[in-house]
């Protein structure tokens, strides 16, 4: 895995670049198939495949993040660089994500992993002989890693990469309700009120008075799912409780600097203890801006299939991007290494 080197260092800036900067791609070359996968009686979640042009070495798994899609710029990016490194890319709605909202009868969480189970055992039932690696962004790396936890073992995932993931949700939304990041918060409130009212399932009355993630959670969120409030909701669906059980090779990349999560709370003692779990600190980034000043110029998308390259223990393929070259390389990191690394002189 190559270090990164900031594009720039404001962790605003690169916060804000990383979601905006243009990924121009001829999906042309790796056809669309989109499929909607029934979960349960009352809900069906769209997932988005795209297949290399050679034969595949594995498949990936793209988990958007808090009001996103498969067709989010990040997902994207990763998905384009996943077909040229011979992953078979499947990018996964969340519940009512996609424009599935007419097609489920409740909404998603932050900790909701029963509909991507499904799917991954749809794909075991297809029996390609294929690995499944997961990767998340930001909350869908939450979902990722309870769902790691949740299984305990390999039966149907590989090993998982979790990007700028907020393992604490508490914590993460706290900090995002915080003044430096009003305008973050605003635009995930406005996108969130509006999902929530698509759904058919509530209207405006049922959101008076809720004008923060906390009090839409405790509205609306915890009361759907049983939890009765958003501190139960938090605490009872945040992937730091069950880093323990995760028994694949595990990434965690996070910026020390992101402004949505407080990096302490990576100093969460399964990371230490299982050896399964790795934390690659960088001292910069901010929230999934990993904008790098040299090529390969979305270092995340290096750093996470170098990783996968790694687990699968072949050289990473990589081919020419729009835009510039993009070099080939191989990984060289462990993929069980113990505790943590970083690109900075320390670890945090």
Not at 252 to 275: G, M
Request: proline share 7%; aromatic share 8%; charged share 20%.
């Amino acid at each position: 895995m190559r270090p990164f080197h900031p594009l720039i260092r404001n962790p605003h800036l690169l916060t804000i670049l990383g979601n905006f900067w243009p990924r121009r791609y001829d999906d042309g070359l790796f056809p669309m198939e989109r499929r909607l996968v029934r979960t349960d009686p009352h809900t069906q979640v769209l997932v988005q495949t795209q297949r290399p042009a050679a034969p595949a070495r594995a498949q990936v798994v793209l988990l958007h993040g808090l009001e996103g899609s498969g067709e989010a710029g990040y997902v994207a990016s990763m998905a384009w660089d996943a077909l040229h490194a011979g992953f078979v890319a499947h990018r996964f709605n969340m519940r009512s994500c996609g424009g599935t909202a007419n097609l489920c009868r409740t909404l998603y969480h932050g900790g909701l992993t029963s509909d991507l189970r499904v799917f991954l055992e749809q794909l075991r039932a297809e029996q390609s002989g294929l690995p499944v690696f997961l990767i998340g962004f930001s909350l869908g790396g939450n979902v990722a890693l309870k769902l790691a936890g949740e299984l305990g073992d390999a039966s149907l995932i590989a090993g998982v990469c979790a990007i700028s993931t907020p393992i604490d949700l508490a914590r993460g939304v706290r900090r995002l309700e915080q003044p430096d990041n009003i305008l973050y918060h605003r635009r995930f409130v406005k996108r969130m009120r509006r999902r929530i009212l698509s759904t058919g399932l509530f209207t405006e009355r049922d959101l008076a008075g809720a004008h923060s993630l906390y009090e839409i959670d405790d509205r609306i969120t915890a009361p759907s799912f049983g939890f009765g409030n958003a501190d139960r909701y938090y605490a009872t669906q945040s992937s730091q409780n069950f880093l323990h059980r995760i028994a694949v090779p595990t990434l965690l990349l996070q910026a020390k600097d992101d402004t949505f999560i407080p990096f302490d709370i990576f100093r969460h003692e399964a990371i230490e203890a299982n050896p399964h779990v790795t934390l690659h600190a960088t001292e910069y980034g901010g929230h999934l801006g990993y904008l790098s000043r040299r090529n390969p110029r979305f270092w995340m998308d290096h750093a996470a299939l170098s990783f996968l390259a790694t687990v699968l223990d072949a050289p990473l393929a990589t081919s020419p991007r729009p835009g510039g070259p993009h070099p080939t390389g191989q990984a060289t990191a462990d993929p069980r290494p113990t505790g943590q690394a970083t690109d900075g002189p320390e670890a945090r």
